[in-house]
């Protein structure tokens, strides 16, 4: 029993993340479900069909209360919200093997992001039927509402990520892309720069209050490419930039003087970069530092 119990804990942690986009977060979402597993008596644990399922629920719950207070967490933070990147296990440190999150589609930056101008509900609904198969009534059963009202609201998730991802043919592999763009920062090319940004592209960037970035997105790939420049030329000591796979996806870790200061994300198109998202708060970039 123990061991099936504790089996669960990469399962939950996959659901939590996407919950919250913040790993620690989930892990504490985590640690609450058992908690309030191990607070039962052994004829109440006994008396549970499926341990799994009873600790999916209340990791969900968990991850619903801490999504409804969110909003007003993010009112006071400082400067824009990004979603905590997470590393590819073989690029980097590991941590442990029960906290990986599996890397795919529904981890990206960009899809983290679309879920942030969701409602709690949809969120939860979309990610657990979309992602983990779970039946609208089994939702229904986690989130308190009917399974009609819960098939609703996973199809208005999803109404809100295409309106936020625009289907786009792409011809060049993103890490083409990600590739030429970390060879021109480098250079300093900021022509080149240019062209491989698209003229409406963002940067948004997460500080969080810690460490001095961008308060608010930058909107234009000539902007966009003056700040990188500037950034570049400005920054003290040892300014090094890596190939790194953030969240599934081609990306960048920049070091100072060998230690881990952002990491960049982005979102491409039609053969151009559309969105970059540059995460420099320290608080999110533990699994990035050995």
């Given at each position: 029993m123990m061991d099936a119990i504790l089996s669960e804990r990469r399962h939950l942690i996959n659901i939590?993340?996407?919950?919250?986009?913040?790993?620690?977060?989930?892990?504490?979402?985590?640690?609450?479900?058992?908690?309030?597993?191990?607070?039962?008596?052994?004829?109440?644990?006994?008396?549970?069909?499926?341990?799994?399922?009873?600790?999916?629920?209340?990791?969900?719950?968990?991850?619903?209360?801490?999504?409804?207070?969110?909003?007003?967490?993010?009112?006071?933070?400082?400067?824009?919200?990004?979603?905590?990147?997470?590393?590819?296990?073989?690029?980097?440190?590991?941590?442990?093997?029960?906290?990986?999150?599996?890397?795919?589609?529904?981890?990206?930056?960009a899809f983290l992001v679309a879920l942030e101008s969701m409602t709690p509900a949809q969120r939860v609904a979309l990610i657990l039927h979309d992602v983990f198969h779970y039946s609208f009534a089994e939702i229904a059963e986690i989130t308190g509402r009917t399974p009609a009202a819960c098939r609703e609201l996973a199809s208005a998730a999803r109404r809100r990520v295409r309106a936020s991802q625009p289907p786009a043919a792409l011809a060049v592999p993103q890490a083409d892309l990600v590739r030429d763009f970390k060879q021109a920062w480098e250079a300093k090319d900021i022509s080149t720069l240019v062209g491989l940004l698209d003229p409406t592209a963002t940067f948004t960037a997460d500080g969080g209050g810690l460490v001095t970035t961008a308060l608010h997105p930058i909107d234009g790939g000539e902007q966009i490419a003056e700040f990188l420049i500037a950034v570049a030329t400005k920054v003290p000591g040892d300014f090094t930039i890596l190939e790194r796979t953030v969240n599934g996806q081609p990306g960048l870790l920049i070091q100072n003087d060998g230690v881990p200061s952002s990491v960049y994300a982005f979102d491409v198109a039609d053969d151009r970069i559309t969105r970059i998202w540059a995460i420099r708060n320290p608080e999110k970039l533990r699994t990035w530092t050995d």
């Open positions: 939590a993340y996407r919950l919250l986009g913040s790993l620690a977060e989930a892990e504490d979402a985590v640690q609450e479900a058992y908690a309030r597993w191990y607070a039962l008596s052994p004829p109440r644990q006994d008396a549970i069909a499926s341990p799994g399922a009873w600790l999916t629920t209340v990791t969900s719950r968990v991850c619903l209360d801490l999504l409804g207070s969110a909003r007003a967490r993010r009112e006071r933070y400082v400067g824009e919200w990004i979603p905590e990147p997470l590393p590819d296990p073989s690029e980097g440190p590991t941590g442990d093997p029960a906290d990986r999150v599996t890397l795919d589609e529904s981890v990206s930056m």
